[in-house]
């Protein structure tokens, strides 16, 4: 015949119960998340500590021994042990007579240890305890990891490709801590499926509901900062200093370095040997194109080394203005100015200076047409796509062949045949 269970069985039962449902909580976040061992103790002495208070009073006190390892848990309420009728304060007192029958040698004025065990609690009480343990332990995490990528603000991360989508892309990191690229902070060549493994840099850390949201950039100039420190030792050891970074993510960028020694050749460090260090950037940055321009105080030679790989003849500075004249052979203006005007751009916001391209006077020619001379046949913004590539004048336009002003303005073929048409019929040319 079956045994029926006994009360105690049942106890004995619901103390396990009990047990495991805490154990099954230790184990999901020491684990899952790597709570450290020092982290868990704390929190769940925390927890613990309030469900105390509450059952018991604020005032109450307790000693509480945890091992996370293996889920054990020993609580014991502490009382100072009064003479009998002389109670005053039921949470922090007990009279004599009580206390000997928990320690029989227990005498008056002496401090009573209570074990209190997990059966003591209702079964409600101990599922509201593991629900406040794993709320702790996520806003734990939450503060972690805030705290975590606050810090590492500007510095380079990696991770894996979890999902992938027309706005942003969800990335997690070692931890598998939630990273997000957004569309804009991605590098337009870029292409990530499922499982591929991206670096970035650390671009900021907001709250949003309570949770970290962490954004990193592949568009940002701290980006190639920091790749150039992992590629180049001279800069990660301090040798070689970055002054400045400009970019467009992808098409080019300018990188303004500078040598403490005199010894060092800052250009040539960043390249490498035959473009050894600067190859594997190029390719991260999805063939982004990168000029190394050395430092130097005298702004004329500055704004010449930032227009590379154009050269000026000379050059007119206002410095009140920061307005920079320069003047270079016609064959050198589209070189300066750059494919969409990339190149001028990055050159004027590297230096600091509004820069102007003007061609050589030794090579006026009398005979020539300002293109804004066809305004009132073609509106401005095709006029700007040919002057962006440097052709500013009627000859300018026909020294390049059909071909190549289709692919630089980026114009219809018929806007740019129209284009030519009407200058040679101005220059009387067949």
């Not at 040698?105 to 079964?123: M, P, V």
């Amino acid at each position: 015949m079956k045994r029926s269970k006994s009360k105690s069985d049942a106890g004995i039962d619901q103390a396990n119960e009990n047990r495991l449902n805490l154990l099954m909580t230790f184990q999901e976040f020491k684990e899952v998340k790597s709570i450290d061992r020092t982290s868990m103790m704390r929190i769940l002495e925390d927890v613990i500590q309030a469900s105390l208070a509450k059952r018991y009073g604020p005032e109450a006190r307790f000693s509480i021994i945890v091992n996370v390892d293996n889920g054990d848990l020993m609580i014991q309420r502490i009382r100072e042990v009064i003479a009998d009728g002389e109670m005053e304060n039921e949470a922090t007192q007990i009279e004599l007579k009580d206390a000997i029958k928990i320690e029989a040698d227990l005498e008056e004025g002496e401090e009573c240890y209570e074990t209190i065990h997990l059966t003591d609690f209702a079964r409600r009480e101990i599922l509201t305890l593991r629900q406040n343990l794993i709320n702790k332990i996520l806003e734990y995490e939450k503060d972690n990891i805030f705290r975590k990528y606050e810090d590492k603000v500007g510095e380079l991360v990696s991770g894996e490709v979890n999902q992938v989508w027309r706005k942003e892309i969800l990335i997690l990191d070692e931890d598998g801590v939630e990273l997000i690229l957004p569309a804009s902070e991605q590098i337009p060549a870029d292409r990530y499926k499922k499982g591929d493994t991206l670096i970035a840099v650390v671009q900021g850390v907001d709250v949003k509901k309570s949770t970290p949201v962490i954004t990193i950039s592949r568009t940002a100039p701290q980006f190639l900062e920091r790749l150039m420190e992992t590629e180049i030792p001279e800069i990660f050891d301090g040798l070689i200093t970055i002054k400045n970074v400009v970019r467009v993510p992808g098409e080019r960028a300018k990188v303004m370095v500078e040598a403490y020694d005199d010894r060092i050749d800052p250009v040539g460090a960043c390249v490498g040997m035959k473009g050894s260090r600067i190859h594997s950037i190029v390719r991260e940055l999805r063939n982004e194109n990168i000029d190394i321009i050395n430092y130097t105080e005298n702004t004329s030679l500055l704004i010449a080394r930032a227009l590379n790989p154009a050269k000026i003849t000379s050059i007119e500075i206002d410095e009140e203005f920061k307005n920079a004249k320069v003047y270079m052979k016609p064959d050198q203006v589209s070189l300066a100015i750059g494919k969409g005007g990339n190149n001028i751009r990055l050159a004027s916001r590297l230096t600091g200076y509004e820069i102007d391209v003007y061609r050589d006077d030794e090579e006026y020619d009398e005979e020539d047409v300002n293109l804004d001379e066809f305004n009132d046949e073609f509106d401005q913004w095709v006029i700007d796509a040919f002057k962006a590539i440097g052709c500013d004048t009627a000859k300018g336009v026909l020294k390049l062949s059909r071909e190549d002003l289709i692919q630089r303005t980026d114009l219809e073929e018929e806007t740019v045949d129209e284009m030519i048409a009407s200058i040679k019929k101005e220059l009387d040319i067949e």
